[in-house]
């Protein structure tokens, strides 16, 4: 059985001396800036830390706290964003900044109640604000505490349908003090040690309390229901020169799939249309292929160039050697990349 009485007094010393050094973290026994947890925390969603670390680096120089983020546009914001994936946390970042400069004067709420009323900010990041910034003693679970959590217990059940029941689990492991540390311990143990693959029992801290490990399943665990397989759409995006040597681009309504973002005109797999002038096209070789979370996406790219009426196009021109400044989703610098290989 699981010795929940133990795992904080064993965690939180292994967590002071193994702790990551990660860009956004205190010293342990201090608390974080809130502004550096909530950013890090909305980078950190779908997103892994080698990939976050230099985003939360450049938002943190240009952007130093959360007033000085509400200021920007949101172009700038989504600028910055480009290629760190799903936009919508991109401009809900933004609206959550401006409600915390105008609502609360710069300063983050303390509570996971009162946090949650910012848009944008979901349990899993309340928590987590109130734990590592506040000291409260909130439960926070993300796929690392899970995956701990459901070995400690030995959890059968196949995820997600037991989601509720690991943090229900999880809670009763949360201590009163330091709970900002060993919410970041937990974290980093299922990280580093108590990883999907070959999980390093040897060296886990807790391991004398896993009832996973002592039936010798922790491999196996967490369970997962089979995923349905994902659907490929295909379509097509058009690569327009105007005699000025310019792209043309649009920018995607804000709603939706990469919302508010720049991208090459393309249709087929959203809605969308044409430019309606009197090109040429020519199919350029070979497809850009990208992964989204619920589908793929196949594109042809077909290239061409724009005659006297091109000024009537619906979007904007923008130089080749510029195009580095726009906010331009991973999908739509692939076709970039592929356009300038081949045209």
């Not at 949650?116 to 506040?134: N, R």
């Not at 070959?198 to 665990?221: D, F, N, W």
């Not at 589908?295 to 061409?304: I, K, S, T």
Request: with cysteine; hydrophobic share 45%; proline share 8%.
């Amino acid at each position: 059985m699981t010795d929940t009485l133990q795992i904080a007094a064993r965690l939180l010393p292994w967590y002071d001396r193994q702790r990551r050094d990660l860009p956004w973290r205190s010293p342990p026994g201090h608390y974080a800036d809130p502004y550096r947890v909530w950013l890090s925390e909305i980078m950190l969603q779908q997103t892994t830390v080698p990939a976050a670390a230099p985003y939360f680096r450049a938002f943190t120089e240009r952007w130093p706290t959360v007033e000085d983020l509400a200021s920007a546009s949101l172009d700038e914001v989504l600028v910055a964003w480009a290629g760190l994936g799903y936009y919508a946390r991109a401009r809900n970042l933004y609206k959550c900044a401006q409600a915390v400069a105008e609502r609360h004067g710069g300063r983050f709420p303390d509570t996971e109640e009162r946090l949650l009323e910012l848009p944008g900010v979901g349990a899993y990041t309340a928590a987590a604000i109130a734990a590592i910034a506040f000291g409260r003693p909130a439960t926070v679970v993300d796929g690392n505490v899970e995956r701990v959590v459901a070995r400690l217990f030995a959890v059968e059940e196949p995820l997600p349908g037991v989601k509720p029941k690991l943090r229900t689990l999880a809670a009763t492991l949360t201590p009163r003090q330091r709970a900002g540390d060993y919410a970041q311990a937990m974290m980093d143990l299922g990280a580093t040690v108590c990883t999907p693959r070959k999980p390093k029992c040897m060296l886990c801290p807790v391991a004398e309390s896993c009832a996973a490990r002592a039936a010798g399943i922790q491999e196996e665990l967490p369970r997962k229901s089979a995923k349905a397989d994902k659907p490929t759409r295909r379509g097509t995006a058009y690569w327009l020169l105007n005699p000025e040597g310019a792209v043309l681009l649009r920018r995607r309504a804000e709603e939706g799939l990469l919302g508010g973002m720049a991208e090459v005109p393309s249709i087929g797999w959203e809605p969308g249309g044409v430019p309606p002038l009197d090109v040429a096209w020519r199919a350029l070789p070979g497809m850009v292929r990208h992964t989204f979370s619920h589908f793929h996406l196949e594109l042809q790219v077909l290239a061409g160039r724009a005659g006297a009426d091109w000024t009537k196009a619906a979007g904007i021109w923008v130089p080749v050697d510029r195009l580095g400044d726009q906010a331009l989703p991973s999908v739509m610098r692939k076709v970039v990349r592929h356009a300038l290989a081949h045209v």
